[in-house]
Each structure stands twice: as C-alpha cells, then as structure tokens.
C-alpha cells in the first residue's frame, strides 16, 4: 500500500524534543512514517498514541507495546486521551497533508489525474461527499467555498456553470466535473486551478479547518509545561490558523494582555518556520508547500 514519504520527517521529530519515558501524540498516522520515528527515540517506558480516521491507515498498524492507534478523528483528540486515562502528554505531532496512498486511489476522488467519482472523504463513515456539494449545495454556499476554501477568483462563474450543468442531470465523476468547468481552465493553469477546486471540497467536506481548530484549541489543557507541539501544513488557511494560535492563543491574531501588560498566550514559538530542502522536495514533490511550526507549552 502506498503511503507518501512522511514530510520533513527529522525537523519535525526533532521539534517534539523526545523524552525517553515522555507520551506522545501523532494525530495524523498515514503511513506511519512520523510514529516510527517517534517510537524509535522512546525508550522502553515510553508511549505513543496515534489518531487516523482513514479505515485503510489500520493496515499500517504498528506492533509494539508502546503504541496505540485510535480510528478517529482528531477533533476528538481529548475525549480518547480521556479514555485511555492520559491526562497530560509531552509532544504532539500533525501533519495535515493528503496521503499519497488517498490521491493516488482513483475511488476516493481526491486527485484531478484520475477519473473517479466525487468522494474526497477522508473517513467513508463520513455521510458528506464532493457529490453533495456539488450536486446539492446552494449556489451562495457553493460560491462561498470555492471563494474562500479554493482562493478561486471566477467563482461565482465557475458556481453558475455548475449550477446550470446539474439541472440537466447530476455531476458524478471528476471527468464529468473537469468538463463543466472546462472554460475555466486554460491549458497552462489547467491543473493548479483544478487543483484549488479540489482544495475547496475537499475542506468542506471533511471540514478541515474547522476540525484544525477544535484539536488547536485543546492542545493547552493537554500538554504538560515544557511540552511541544510539531504542526506541518500545506496551505496558506490551515497555515495561517496555526502560525495565529501559536502567538496569540487564539484564531483572530490578537494578543491579550494581563492587567501589567504581559501577554497572556499558551505557547512560546521554537525556532523559525521549516520549509522542506531542495532535495527532499526533489525525492517527494508533494513537500513543496509544506510549511512546519513548532512551538512550546510556557
């Protein structure tokens, strides 16, 4: 089964400044990549838990008495730890990406290379797929995602042209969607903004940002002072979210102040933003837009 190569695999587990008997969090298993190098710096009284909600992430499963993988959502990040009696943890690894292995199966229709019918959930218990958005969303909310999710600038056209084509009978695959919107998609951009399409629903049907937020805003309660958090994203509105809670604690970007005037912020941020090398996005092209914060619980 392929999985991608894990993005900036060392500086981001380098980021967590691994303890060997510390308890550690990678909400975002795929492939497994960032666990096993996790586990592989714990030392024997070491744990590591690992959120995926993808059914096909099970397959990948780590055997090792440390490790427990969790097949949920990590907007329930609290709740699990909760369960399993952890009430504090050292570091917490994500890596939003896409994995490889989700573009590059035709079925789940999260790539424009592939004819496929529009899917795009992460977890298929997901009622929520691309077909409902684009078959049975009003055309202002359409707009509206396409606008703010894909950062689309004919949107309203692109929404109109959708509109339009479903009356006659229902958008069902990527081909059939590529060919509604072929108008907008002169041969030299053809891809990026097919690509933007995609981006905008793909986040509102697994909502993605919505769901950065919620794990965001409970990683304070759950991290022990001194613990870290090791954030990888790949576009400029999930990037924007961390890079804001990580200095201000909050999604707005205002820092509060105390009555002297100190700021009142969770998180001190560690070093300056990462961006993959020129070799590794040679090796791995999906690296090219990731960007990794890390940060430290004060």
Do not use: C, W
């Amino acid at each position: 089964m392929s999985y991608h190569n894990p993005v900036l695999l060392h500086p981001s587990v380098d980021g967590l400044n691994i303890k060997a008997d510390g308890v550690y969090v990678d909400i975002t298993f795929g492939g497994g990549g960032h666990s096993r190098e996790i586990l592989r710096r714990l030392g024997e009284k070491g744990n590591l838990i690992a959120f995926d909600q993808d059914e096909d992430a099970l397959q990948n499963e780590i055997k090792d008495g440390r490790f427990t993988l969790i097949n949920e959502n990590f907007r329930y990040l609290g709740q699990f730890l909760k369960f399993y009696g952890i009430r504090k943890v050292d570091g917490i690894l994500a890596d939003f990406g896409v994995s490889s292995h989700q573009f590059d199966k035709a079925e789940r229709g999260f790539s424009t290379r592939f004819e496929g019918e529009l899917d795009m959930r992460m977890s298929r218990r997901n009622e929520l797929s691309a077909y409902d958005v684009i078959n049975s969303y009003e055309a202002d909310q359409l707009k509206t995602i396409l606008k703010e999710y894909g950062e689309i600038r004919n949107a309203e056209k692109m929404t109109r042209a959708i509109v339009s084509s479903r009356k006659t009978k229902p958008i069902a695959t990527s081909a059939e969607l590529k060919e509604v919107l072929k108008g907008f998609l002169p041969g030299h951009k053809e891809h990026k903004i097919l690509a933007q399409v995609y981006q905008a629903i793909r986040i509102e049907v697994n909502q993605e940002l919505e769901v950065i937020k919620e794990f965001l805003l409970q990683t304070p309660d759950l991290l022990e002072a001194g613990g870290r958090l090791s954030i990888i994203s790949y576009h400029s509105l999930e990037d924007r979210l961390v890079k804001r809670f990580i200095m201000t604690g909050n999604f707005e970007g205002e820092l509060k102040k105390d009555f002297y005037g100190r700021p009142i912020k969770p998180f001190e941020k560690v070093g300056n933003l990462i961006v993959p090398t020129e070799e590794e996005i040679k090796q791995n092209n999906r690296a090219r837009s990731a960007k990794l914060r890390i940060a430290e619980r004060i």
